[in-house]
């Protein structure tokens, strides 16, 4: 790729940075990796001019005269029908992404791949906000943004090209249409919008029309994120059953994460005590393809992913300015379609692609058996060799063989015709999409044999 000036440059840097722009087709080979946590993976080497991932105050200021990061919260994307190639579904790879300027009471948002924009101001009218939180987007660009300070939902209109102004929605009250610092808002793939409306410990939710209704829920705690996914958006892997149709919520001020059927009944939660490494504050939530459910930890400065079940599945970087470190992580987005990532932070934000790890991974020999345990943190394509410290194959124990997420063991037995010794186990993981046929995270560990 040429560019024509500076200016062009930076504008590709942050435009494909920040805003999550991401032609995966362009890939061409697969990258292996090895020594890194790879759950989530940031674009292959030569994708990205001088592989910046992580949108920062001075990319932002370059784009974006006058602009700076101020108490950004939330982050959502959607592939408008503006940007879908129904002949080559393969490259609909530009995806729109909003992201909210809290303390700026703004919206900053991409055009394309043309140029970054931002929409409002502090205050209480119209095209203004106050400490705004969340935010959601839909492929009609329809967007919806918890308008917090003012007790109220604010409608825009994303058309491709501009954001406009709709309507705001509510005031300060209990009754059905109206808020108390409301913090969340989703869509669905039908156009219903949710929200959690944290003062008044509900959700609501909006149809299509404009018709609210209260979503009659076990008793809720100051819901201040929520997450939607559904059997009708048309990239999800389930599209029946129990795992279809689902809310997630965080309630107790970060302290619990709750899964519910969209008439509101709780299929799952997770509490600290259930977690690992507690004390947890959890900040926002989005589910992935597979439907598992990602949330963002403010206290920790990691993800933390739960299954379908929200059994803790691994918790995801640490606290800092590093490559797979956050510094307190707030909005988080997925586009299941490619897989991409978006994390805000307190002064940047984040762009990754889904991959997948193994992790705890102990042989340990019984009687003639080499037990080879461990955990993928992803479904993913694995294969298996056992070598000799040369390099030389003795076994293959699995070629490219697709597992599930979770537990998992290959087992060894050593024909009679290998000898005691030591052995070296070469396992490759390569996720299913997204990362697949790209990124492969390869792991070496010593194996030993005793007849």
């Known amino acids: 790729m040429s560019f024509a000036s500076l200016g062009v440059l930076v504008s590709w840097w942050w435009i494909t940075v920040f805003l999550c722009i991401s032609g995966l087709a362009f890939a ?112 009609d660009g329809d967007v919806a943004i918890a308008d917090t300070g003012n007790n109220r939902i604010a409608l825009l209109k994303h058309d491709g090209m501009r954001m406009t102004w709709v309507r705001g929605i509510g005031l300060m009250g209990t009754r059905v249409g109206q808020f108390a610092a409301p913090m969340g808002a989703a869509y669905d793939s039908q156009s219903n919008l949710y929200v959690a409306d944290t003062g008044n410990n509900r959700i609501q939710v909006m149809d299509p029309k404009g018709h609210w209704r209260v979503l009659s829920t076990p008793p809720l705690e100051g819901p201040s ?73 403010f206290e920790k400065s990691c993800l933390r992913k739960f299954d379908k079940d929200l059994r803790p599945v691994v918790s995801f970087g640490s606290a800092g300015e590093d490559d797979f470190q956050f510094f307190q992580p707030r909005g988080i987005a997925f586009n299941h379609q490619f897989g991409q990532v978006l994390v805000a932070e307190k002064e940047s934000v984040q762009y990754f692609w889904n991959g997948a790890d193994a992790v705890d991974l102990k042989p340990a020999q019984e009687a003639q058996k080499i037990r080879i345990p461990f955990y993928l943190t992803e479904r993913a394509l694995i294969t298996a060799d056992i070598k000799t410290e040369r390099g030389v194959v003795v076994k293959s124990l699995a070629k490219d063989q697709d597992l599930e997420q979770g537990p998992q063991e290959l087992d060894w037995v050593p024909e009679g015709s290998v000898s005691k010794g030591d052995y070296v186990l070469k396992l490759k993981v390569m996720a299913t999409y997204s990362t697949r046929d790209r990124i492969a995270k390869e792991i070496t560990v010593p194996v030993s044999y005793t007849k």
């Open 28 to 139: 061409a080979g697969i990258q292996v990796v090895k020594d890194i946590p790879s759950t989530y993976l940031y674009p292959i080497d030569g994708f990205l001019p001088f592989n910046i991932h992580r949108g920062t105050q001075t990319m932002l200021s370059l784009m974006v005269p006058g602009a700076n990061f101020s108490d950004p919260r939330g982050v959502a994307c959607a592939l408008l029908k503006t940007d879908h190639d129904a002949n080559s579904p393969q490259n609909d790879v530009v995806i729109t992404v909003i992201g909210v300027n809290s303390a700026a009471g703004e919206i900053i948002f991409n055009v394309g791949l043309k140029d970054l924009r931002r929409f409002g101001s502090t205050g209480t009218g119209d095209k203004q906000f106050m400490a705004p939180t969340g935010a959601a987007i839909n492929s």
């Open 225 to 297: 994120a929520i997450a939607v996914i559904d059997a009708k958006e048309p990239w999800t892997f389930y599209q029946q059953g129990p795992y279809a149709n689902r809310l997630a919520v965080i309630d107790r001020k970060g302290a619990r994460l709750l899964t519910l059927t969209q008439d509101g009944q709780i299929l799952a939660q997770v509490n600290e005590d259930r977690v690992n490494d507690p004390p947890m504050k959890l900040w926002g939530c989005a589910f992935d393809y597979y439907g598992n459910l990602v949330a963002t930890d």
